[in-house]
């Protein structure tokens, strides 16, 4: 409890004054991604390291669908999809800001294979094939699973990818960069 106080204190005290220390403001900035994480409030996205400008012009092109994983509390213990030597580098996405009312949730363990799953009908709604619309969960399901997972696992275990796919809108959300 007491770093999230430290976090939150930096939080509040960043809007009630003006730090002129440039250092001090990116201190603060800094705690509130680790605030993200403790809260299970930020979601990442890893990006293969070939896909960085596909990615990046789609960010400026319009809404697309794409996915992300909700990491358990501290961000800690889980596995991200892709290869460390494909995709080394991700964003971090600060959930509150992302609008989830179509998006779709699956839990850890279940691969949904979202891109060969899922169709558009003449609107451009999104569609799930393949049945996985039949194993699909909640943010307050998805943030329990992982809370359990957490408290039943070794330091040492980790814990599957989960996927929450949905329309990002731009660079709405964006909070950071993790490698």
């Given at each position: 409890?007491?770093?999230?106080?430290?976090?939150?204190?930096?939080?509040?005290?960043?809007?009630?004054?003006?730090?002129?220390?440039?250092?001090?403001?990116?201190?603060?900035?800094?705690?509130?991604?680790?605030?993200?994480?403790?809260?299970?409030?930020?979601?990442?996205?890893?990006?293969?390291?070939?896909?960085?400008?596909?990615?990046?012009?789609?960010?400026?092109?319009?809404?697309?669908?794409?996915s992300v994983t909700l990491p358990p509390p501290e961000g800690k213990r889980m596995c991200l999809f892709g290869r460390v030597s494909?995709?080394?580098?991700?964003?971090?996405?600060?959930?509150?800001?992302?609008?989830?009312?179509?998006?779709?949730?699956?839990?850890?363990?279940?691969?949904?294979?979202?891109?060969?799953?899922?169709?558009?009908?003449?609107?451009?709604?999104?569609?799930?094939?393949?049945?996985?619309?039949?194993?699909?969960?909640?943010?307050?399901?998805?943030?329990?699973?992982?809370?359990?997972?957490?408290?039943?696992?070794?330091?040492?275990?980790?814990?599957?990818?989960?996927?929450?796919?949905?329309?990002?809108?731009?660079?709405?959300?964006?909070?950071?960069?993790?490698?």
């Amino acid at each position: 409890m007491a770093v999230l106080d430290e976090i939150e204190t930096c939080h509040t005290e960043s809007f009630r004054r003006r730090a002129s220390d440039e250092a001090e403001q990116q201190s603060c900035r800094a705690d509130d991604v680790v605030s993200l994480f403790a809260n299970q409030q930020a979601c990442v996205k890893t990006v293969k390291n070939d896909d960085w400008l596909r990615f990046v012009h789609q960010l400026h092109s319009g809404p697309f669908r794409s996915s992300v994983t909700l990491p358990p509390p501290e961000g800690k213990r889980m596995c991200l999809f892709g290869r460390v030597s494909g995709g080394a580098v991700g964003v971090v996405f600060d959930r509150r800001a992302l609008d989830l009312s179509e998006a779709f949730i699956w839990p850890s363990g279940y691969y949904a294979k979202t891109e060969f799953n899922i169709s558009f009908d003449k609107n451009n709604n999104a569609e799930l094939t393949g049945g996985r619309d039949q194993h699909l969960v909640t943010i307050p399901e998805l943030m329990e699973t992982n809370r359990a997972a957490m408290a039943m696992g070794s330091e040492e275990s980790s814990i599957s990818y989960n996927e929450i796919n949905f329309m990002v809108q731009g660079p709405a959300g964006i909070v950071g960069v993790f490698a």
